[in-house]
């Protein structure tokens, strides 16, 4: 009798679980999460169509306990990893997500740089026989369901350069989103759209804004966890955003977010969240 009622209660609490876990799935919505990670980034995508992007991987391992949270339990691929750049606060955690984790397609840049997290990464990256993609403006990426990844920086292949500012190799993607026809007799769409920008400087920033590339967006990703060599005037400006997210650890010895930073978003009247006061910030877009 007690086995059966044992028997009876596991069976219970599975399928509780798996109830649990179905609810989590994706509603038609582009989910954002910038994740709570300390004094570094990442964030975890989920499109509309249910496909899972992580940008970065943060500085240590708490990554993987994010996910953890994050993702369901028999979840276990990644259709897209972006690995902005090389520093270790945005790459910490990425070897070991690529040995538990079924990883689709990588995008990077292909640097060359002597490290050991990096070189851990590339050989990690290596033997998950996912597909690796270099970043170019222009060779944007479709993830169906009218998502779009327009590739803004870098202009051109740096598959093996030695970079003297690791932080201006960072990968900047602007993630699109455009729903069904609205009912306006302009017959428009309705979308969404989110500016990543890694850790670029005001040198990116300036180069951009040459090329004219379109970086308005809805939401901005602020640059290197709000450091005073990031986020100048002329680019919040071209940005526009309604909302700024800064990932950043608690009380960390860089002094991040700078207060001329905080200064200009109050200045142009846009609303600031950040992970060290709030933790995993998660946004739905609809």
């Not at 069904?180 to 850790?199: C, I, N, W, Y």
């Not at 010895?253 to 992970?275: A, C, D, K, N, Q």
């Amino acid at each position: 009798m007690r086995l059966w009622i044992s028997c009876y209660l596991l069976l219970f609490a599975v399928v509780a679980l798996v109830a649990h876990e179905w609810t989590r799935i994706p509603d038609g919505k582009l989910h954002i999460a910038f994740l709570d990670i300390g004094q570094g980034d990442s964030v975890l995508i989920t499109t509309p169509g249910n496909q899972r992007i992580i940008v970065d991987g943060g500085p240590n391992w708490s990554l993987l306990e994010r996910l953890g949270e994050e993702l369901p339990f028999f979840r276990r691929s990644i259709d897209l990893l972006i690995l902005s750049h090389s520093d270790a606060d945005h790459i910490s955690a990425l070897p070991e997500v690529l040995y538990r984790y079924d990883i689709k397609k990588i995008l990077l840049t292909g640097i060359a740089r002597d490290t050991a997290i990096y070189s851990a990464f590339l050989e990690a990256a290596r033997e998950s026989g996912a597909e690796i993609l270099l970043a170019e403006a222009g060779n944007d990426l479709s993830l169906g369901e009218g998502v779009m990844l327009d590739i803004l920086w870098p202009l051109g292949s740096l598959f093996g350069e030695e970079p003297k500012v690791p932080n201006n190799t960072s990968i900047v993607v602007k993630l699109t989103w455009k729903d069904h026809p609205t009912s306006s007799t302009s017959g428009g769409l309705r979308g969404a759209s989110v500016l990543f920008t890694g850790d670029i400087e005001e040198e990116v920033e300036e180069a951009l804004l040459k090329e004219g590339m379109d970086l308005r967006s809805d939401i901005l990703k602020v640059a290197h966890h709000g450091s005073k060599t990031s986020s100048s005037t002329g680019f919040l400006l071209a940005v526009a955003p309604t909302l700024a997210v800064i990932s950043v650890g608690a009380e960390n010895t860089y002094g991040h977010p700078h207060p001329s930073v905080l200064t200009r978003l109050e200045m142009f009247g846009i609303p600031v969240r950040r992970t060290d006061e709030e933790g995993s910030i998660h946004l739905v877009l609809d």
